[in-house]
């Protein structure tokens, strides 16, 4: 089955303590990409990658880490978590990210991270 | 500044009524403009997808509409079903490939 599949999908720490969400795609795509999610705004996004080694920032890229070393998985990380990162997180993937694609983005079923 | 405004907030409706959504937008260069769905819990999940040519395009019960020189879709839900409850999320693509997010309707249908 075609899936976008994060990690974990609940998860409540504390400020400073580093943390990774996992997002892994089976569908060979070369475009994946982050979102959070707050109430009563739309989805923001955070990194995202054209293919393998190449990410480029979001409109909220700040206090968040990527990378892409296989084409499969994009995680994302949290050096430093604060409070204003409580939210929840999206993942993901469309087998292009060109311009004037019709192609949809395929979405993970979120994390929600409380940050402490 | 590039945006995406829907219409209403939040919608209550009952089971077999057709209802219609809005979404407003000010992105420029305009790409497409697509609709998803997203249920309680899940992550949005594509209905349709139209580019600037497009005047109507239907995704069974969901039909959506843009008028590319007012600026303006609509998605229309016919004979709404429990199973639509859900928010609805407009997303208008611009320059350099850029998604813009509307915050979505929530649609509640009841029996």
């Known amino acids: 089955e075609a899936q976008v599949t994060q990690n974990p999908r609940y998860l409540i720490t504390v400020t400073g303590k580093k943390l990774t969400v996992t997002c892994s795609q089976n569908m060979n795509h070369e475009y994946m990409s982050w979102y959070r999610q707050d109430p009563g705004l739309g989805l923001r996004q955070i990194y995202y990658?054209?293919?393998?080694?190449?990410?480029d920032k979001g409109d909220v890229p700040e206090g968040y880490k990527v990378s892409r070393k296989e084409k499969r998985n994009f995680p994302l990380i949290l050096e430093s978590p604060s409070p204003n990162q409580t939210s929840l997180y999206f993942c993901?993937?469309?087998?292009?990210?060109?311009?004037?694609?019709?192609?949809?983005?395929?979405f993970g079923d979120g994390t929600r991270l409380s940050i402490l | 500044k590039n945006q995406v405004e829907q219409s209403p907030q939040s919608l209550i409706i009952l089971e077999g009524k057709n209802c219609t959504l809005q979404?407003?937008?000010?992105?420029?260069?305009?790409?497409?403009l697509r609709w998803y769905k997203q249920d309680t819990g899940r992550g949005p999940v594509s209905l349709t997808i139209?580019?600037?040519?497009?005047n109507t395009k239907s995704n069974g019960r969901y039909t959506a509409t843009l008028d590319a020189d007012t600026k303006q879709s609509s998605l229309h839900i016919t004979a709404s079903q429990l199973s639509d409850s859900a928010s609805y999320i407009c997303?208008?693509?611009?320059?350099?490939?850029?998604?813009?997010f509307g915050a979505g309707t929530r649609l509640a249908v009841h029996p």
């Open positions: 139209m580019t600037f040519s497009e």
């Open positions: 997303v208008v693509t611009g320059g350099y490939n850029k998604l813009i």
């Open positions: 979404c407003n937008y000010t992105v420029s260069p305009f790409s497409n």
């Open positions: 993901a993937s469309s087998s292009t990210g060109r311009q004037y694609s019709n192609q949809p983005q395929h």
């Open positions: 990658s054209m293919n393998v080694e190449v990410t």
